[in-house]
């Protein structure tokens, strides 16, 4: 040790005497590592990171822990409304309403977490000269919730529902009005049964499966006991529905009140609706293959196309694409309507009903 010492003494003297020559290295510091790092600034680091995930895994279990005792609080179903009808259509027990007693049949058939209610201020108006037939698709409104929640399945029990109504035979043909994903189903049944269908009206639809819906990923992220919380919670939020509702409807819809508010809002608090959304959602909205639609086309019954000109569910060109592909004549397009033209417009969607059920072959 001493040699070394002795050494360096000599170098650092050289260093002082001789102007050319280069400093000497500091010897390293016990606080910094060999690169120059503190070395009390990874110990630091690691205690931080410590802290950061011991608190996110409390906040985790307190979090999942609020979550499953809000959805225990939470956990009593609605019941249905009194004085509802029902009948067996194929497998399914199935909410219906009917209007009007004289005149040709019309079957109205709703989109996706929609339901009979969704009809009340167009029925009325149709009721005047047909009679008029709506039925909640299974997974919707008060049905029995039995999948798959596909197009087959909804088609299937429509066509029970025709069965159940005597609908279908000469002279009881029905023209069937689709609204938007409800517009799949009545294209379906138009080919399945085609000698059984009168008339089809695809209203703001296209029938297509565009693979719309919620991003696959999202199964992997809303997960239980969180998505029921966040999905009751939402349910309890006047303010959201109203939202969600005057995005989709337009400034020319009714405000909804506390009757309208439990139309949207208590199909899904019964028994089965929370499992059945998420089915659901998982599948995305129903539709059918474009080939299959256009083979629509080739059936000899009058058909047409209606959309709001508003309808931001759509591009611009839908309207107009979806009544070449079926065989349809130019759409008619409802000023300043949106997506649901049936609650916004139902004056103007009547008349094209109208027309459409005088038309002939």
Same mark, same amino acid.
Request: net charge neutral; proline share 9%.
């Given at each position: 040790m001493a040699?070394?010492m002795?050494?360096r003494?000599?170098q650092? /003297?050289d260093v002082?005497?001789d102007p050319? /020559?280069k400093p *000497? ?5 016990e606080?910094d590592?060999a690169?120059?790092t503190p070395?009390?600034?990874r110990p ?6 410590r802290?950061?995930?011991l608190?996110g895994?409390?906040?985790? =279990? ?9 959805n225990a609080?939470?956990?009593r179903?609605?019941t249905p409304?009194?004085g &509802?009808?029902y ?5 399914i027990?199935?909410?219906y309403?009917?209007? #009007?007693? @004289?005149g ?5 058939? $709703? ?6 209610d @969704?009809?009340?201020? *167009?029925?009325p108006?149709?009721?005047?000269d047909h009679r008029?037939f ?8 008060y049905?029995?919730?039995?999948g798959? !929640?596909?197009?087959?399945h909804f088609? +299937?029990q *429509? ?7 005597? &609908? #279908?035979?000469?002279?009881e ?5 689709? $609204?938007?994903?409800?517009?799949a189903?009545?294209?379906e049944?138009?080919?399945?049964a085609?000698g059984?269908i009168?008339r089809?009206?695809?209203l703001d639809?296209? /029938?297509?499966? @565009?693979g719309a819906?919620?991003p696959?990923a999202? %199964? !992997?992220? *809303?997960?239980?006991p !969180?998505r029921?919380?966040l999905?009751r919670l939402?349910?309890?939020?006047d303010?959201?529905i109203?939202s969600?509702?005057? @995005? ?10 506390a009757?309208?508010?439990?139309q ?6 019964v028994?089965?609706a929370?499992?059945?959304l998420?089915n659901?959602?998982?599948q995305g909205?129903p539709g059918l293959? /474009?080939? +299959?639609?256009?083979?629509?086309a080739a059936a000899?019954?009058? %058909?047409?196309?209606v959309?709001?000109?508003q309808?931001? =569910?759509?591009?611009?060109q839908?309207?107009?694409q ?7 004549p130019?759409?008619t397009?409802i000023?300043?309507?949106r997506h649901?033209t049936?609650?916004?417009?139902p004056?103007e969607?009547?008349a094209a009903v ?5 038309r002939s072959?």
């Amino acid at each position: 040790m001493a040699v070394v010492m002795a050494g360096r003494d000599r170098q650092e /003297a050289d260093v002082r005497t001789d102007p050319q /020559a280069k400093p *000497l290295d500091p010897a390293p510091s016990e606080s910094d590592d060999a690169d120059g790092t503190p070395s009390r600034r990874r110990p630091r680091m690691r205690r931080w990171l410590r802290r950061l995930a011991l608190g996110g895994a409390v906040l985790l =279990v307190v979090v999942t822990s609020a979550s499953y005792v809000y959805n225990a609080f939470t956990a009593r179903r609605a019941t249905p409304p009194e004085g &509802l009808g029902y009948v067996q259509a194929a497998d399914i027990r199935t909410r219906y309403q009917t209007w #009007g007693e @004289t005149g040709s049949p019309v079957v109205l058939i $709703h989109g996706a977490f929609e339901s009979v209610d @969704t009809w009340s201020r *167009l029925a009325p108006l149709l009721a005047r000269d047909h009679r008029v037939f709506a039925l909640d698709l299974t997974g919707n409104g008060y049905s029995a919730r039995r999948g798959p !929640y596909t197009v087959g399945h909804f088609t +299937q029990q *429509l066509l029970g529902f025709l069965d159940a109504m005597h &609908l #279908g035979e000469p002279g009881e043909r029905p023209l069937l009005v689709g $609204h938007s994903s409800g517009a799949a189903v009545a294209a379906e049944a138009a080919l399945r049964a085609p000698g059984r269908i009168g008339r089809v009206m695809l209203l703001d639809g296209d /029938a297509l499966d @565009t693979g719309a819906g919620p991003p696959p990923a999202l %199964k !992997y992220v *809303l997960i239980d006991p !969180y998505r029921t919380s966040l999905l009751r919670l939402g349910l309890g939020s006047d303010s959201l529905i109203r939202s969600l509702y005057d @995005t989709q409807c337009g400034p020319n819809c009714p405000s909804l009140n506390a009757a309208g508010l439990d139309q949207w809002r208590r199909p899904l608090r019964v028994p089965g609706a929370e499992a059945a959304l998420w089915n659901m959602l998982a599948q995305g909205v129903p539709g059918l293959p /474009a080939d +299959q639609v256009a083979r629509l086309a080739a059936a000899p019954i009058p %058909k047409e196309v209606v959309f709001g000109a508003q309808d931001d =569910v759509f591009g611009e060109q839908t309207p107009e694409q979806t009544a070449r592909r079926i065989g349809a004549p130019p759409p008619t397009l409802i000023p300043g309507a949106r997506h649901l033209t049936m609650i916004s417009s139902p004056h103007e969607v009547a008349a094209a009903v109208e027309a459409l059920a005088t038309r002939s072959a």
